[in-house]
């Protein structure tokens, strides 16, 4: 199984960001994507996910073995850690919430509801709960977002982990994830050329 992107053009508001972005991403490994804030990495990354459609190109994958992580935490406030992670496990049929909070260092907090965790140990939750899916994909934006040097870690070993198990992760990130057999894709090559307004007339430019 595979993630095969071709020739796809991503836009934000109508207004196309990326074009002709064209990789495959094969189980067992890892994608870095990098480019300056602003360039598409959000937006390539939930147009692979399926939350937004595509202007060209196609997506080869299959939906049911993707599973996205954006900025949100996708977190119910009121449930506990486990409760969280309970609820997720059981939308994709899955189990092994023990060994996810136990991955991420979690295990302690595990009675404590999600409102009341830091924005470090939300995320560390947040990145947990791709363990429970079942999913193969795995589509990460920024996800050590609030993470100190010792949770980077964890989360670079839960990656190799994944990986090892067959498992495939694409990840937007502007800094070091500790994950250096991960190839990296710098999404500048694939800037979408400004588009002039439908009208303008050139000579007055």
Known sequence: MELAVADLTCARGGV????G???TLSAGAALVLRGPNGCGKTTLLRTLAGLQPA??????????????????????AVLTVAENLAFWAAIHGQSGVEAAMKAM????????QAQHLSA???RRLGLARLMVTGRAFW??????VSLDTASVALFA????????RGGAALMASHIDLGLDEARVLELAA???APRLPQGFDEAFA
């Open 120 to 122: 470090g140990q939300k």
């Open 157 to 164: 070993a839960v990656v190799r982990a994944h990986l090892a």
């Open 55 to 76: 202007l060209a190109g196609t997506v080869s994958c299959p939906p049911e073995a993707i599973a996205y992580a954006g900025h949100a935490d996708g977190l119910k």
């Open 21 to 23: 972005v064209s990789f």
């Open 105 to 112: 260092n979690l295990t302690e907090l595990s009675g404590r």
């Open 139 to 144: 589509l990460l934006d920024e996800p050590t």
């Open 190 to 192: 694939f800037r979408a």
């Open 16 to 19: 196309p960001l990326l074009e």
